[in-house]
């Protein structure tokens, strides 16, 4: 596994869990450091012991030696980073080129190269072409990673589908005999083109974007209609064809992933010359969201943020992960700071570097200090802790107010506690 971040880490050790020999390497010294002194770089649920395990069996191996890496294996993943280019919808391939330059340097006997790095259509004959040199020594195949951050062990060994793309029919057997205790187990395996299989990952990625953003414009029709999103999620969702997940009104999606593949394929269509309205209009509505919740807080606190106290609970973009990779909360509390309000914050994953330079912004390390004397309360990722707080008996100030903005209580228990409180389409939720 070329990579050891959130996908290279996780597949490499579900792989070895499931009885291969695994090697990680990551050119980031600190990462493997860590990792060879039986610490997980990353907050995953499940990770630190599933490693250790494998750790222990000697069948996962960490290391920033490539060379030695790339000649001790049969199979070769590319789990590397493909981030948004700087103020462009272009993807950056350079991560990804980068490896591939040096697989040719140091492979010296056949080997499958594997694209798990989320790629525009067309980057697998891209690496082909690099490779060509060499052409005998490589075949080039992608298998996409569907896995979430938080859920990241099950995905991967429950995975709905393992897809793989390859214009080489022998390596899906190959491919197959890799995955078959997942297979065994119920997953789908499909095979397709290359082009085929890279495509469908950013489909796949754009239409949950899609469904989110979706949910979340109907929420903001809910909340002057009169009517509950949730009654409307359930509603829609009870059909079939649509299906119930991904329908949570709440934040714009962010994450390291939706933000930047929904561009990603727009940039691979525009190759093309096809435009794609829907994703462009996506993105649009998903940026707009933030600057309709900095409303609403605003309008909570009387458009007066200065000298307020604002506790925020989670900053991470979703619950049971550290990653902060497009969080709503880089965009809002740097905001509410700039205006004269003093933050705390408390995540379960930690302090985050990304605040340790905003002024008035403070990390606190437990709920209560966190959120005590404050004039709101603003709820952003849905931890399990926080889901059952007795606020009253935290907060000392009398006139609590709180935007939850996960929907994550009880608007008639609220009431019943005399908090004033605000959440997201449902009735008098404004
Ligand atoms: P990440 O930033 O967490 O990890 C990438 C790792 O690659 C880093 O540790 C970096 O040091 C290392 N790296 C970069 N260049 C290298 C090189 N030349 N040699 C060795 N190591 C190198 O990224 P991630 O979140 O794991 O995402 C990786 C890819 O997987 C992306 O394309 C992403 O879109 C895709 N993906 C991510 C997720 C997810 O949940 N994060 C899910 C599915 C797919
Ligand atoms: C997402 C996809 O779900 C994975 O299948 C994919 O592999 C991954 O991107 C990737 O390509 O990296 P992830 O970003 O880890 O996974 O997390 P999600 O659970 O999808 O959440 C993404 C964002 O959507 C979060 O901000 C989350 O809060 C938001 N979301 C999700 C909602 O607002 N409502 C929902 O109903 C679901």
Redesign the pocket.
């Known amino acids: 596994m070329?990579?050891?971040?959130?996908?290279?880490?996780v597949s490499g050790t579900c792989f070895a869990d499931i009885g291969n020999q695994v090697i990680c390497?990551?050119?980031?010294t600190n990462?493997i450091n860590k990792l060879n002194l039986g610490k997980s770089p990353?907050y995953e649920p499940g990770l630190n012991e599933l490693i250790k395990k494998n750790y222990q069996a000697k069948r996962l191996i960490f290391t920033t030696d490539?060379e030695k890496a790339i000649n001790q294996s049969d199979i070769i993943f590319i789990?590397?980073?493909?981030p948004s280019k700087k103020g462009s919808l272009k993807v950056d391939l350079s991560?990804v080129m980068?490896?591939v330059r040096?697989i040719l340097r140091f492979t010296k006997k056949k080997k499958i190269i594997i694209t798990?790095?989320?790629?525009p259509v067309g980057t697998g004959d891209i690496i082909e072409s690099i490779l060509k040199k060499r052409k005998k020594l490589f075949s080039v195949i992608s298998n996409?990673?569907?896995?979430?951050?938080g859920e990241?062990i099950r995905d991967f060994k429950f995975p709905d589908r393992i897809v793989i793309g390859s214009n080489d029919k022998k390596i899906f057997t190959i491919m197959k005999n890799l995955y078959l205790p997942l297979i065994n187990k119920g997953a789908k395996f499909l095979v397709t083109s290359r082009r085929g299989a890279e495509l469908i990952?950013y489909a796949s990625n754009a239409f949950l974007a899609t469904k989110i953003t979706f949910i979340n414009e109907l929420a903001n029709l809910c909340e002057k209609a009169g009517v509950n999103i949730e009654d409307i999620s359930l509603g829609m969702g009870s059909d079939s064809r649509i299906g119930s997940r991904f329908l949570r009104a709440g934040p714009p999606y962010g994450?390291?992933?939706f933000p930047?593949?929904t561009k990603g394929l727009i940039s691979a269509a525009e190759k093309y010359k096809i435009k794609l309205p829907v994703v462009k209009t996506v993105i649009k509505s998903n940026q707009n969201r933030i600057h309709l919740l900095i409303k609403r807080i605003n309008k909570i606190l009387g458009n007066n943020l200065k000298n307020k106290k604002i506790s925020i609970l989670g900053v991470t973009f979703k619950p049971n992960t550290d990653?902060m990779r497009d969080s709503s909360s880089l965009k809002i509390i740097p905001y509410l700071c700039k205006k004269g309000a003093s933050v705390n914050y408390y995540d379960p994953s930690g302090e985050k570097k990304d605040f340790s330079k905003i002024k008035n912004c403070f990390f606190k390390k437990d709920i209560k200090e966190n959120c005590k004397n404050s004039n709101l309360v603003i709820l952003l990722t849905e931890w399990d802790e926080f889901k059952s707080i007795d606020f009253k008996k935290i907060i000392k100030n009398k006139r609590i107010k709180i935007f939850d903005l996960r929907n994550l209580y009880n608007t008639e228990e609220m009431k019943k506690s005399k908090i004033e409180y605000y959440s997201i389409g449902r009735p008098n939720s404004n």
């Open positions: 070329i990579g050891t971040g959130y996908v290279g880490l390497v990551d050119k980031d990462k990353i490539i789990c590397v980073g493909t991560y980068s490896c040096e798990k790095s989320t790629v996409p990673e569907f896995l979430r951050e990241a990952k994450g390291s992933c930047k593949d990653d």
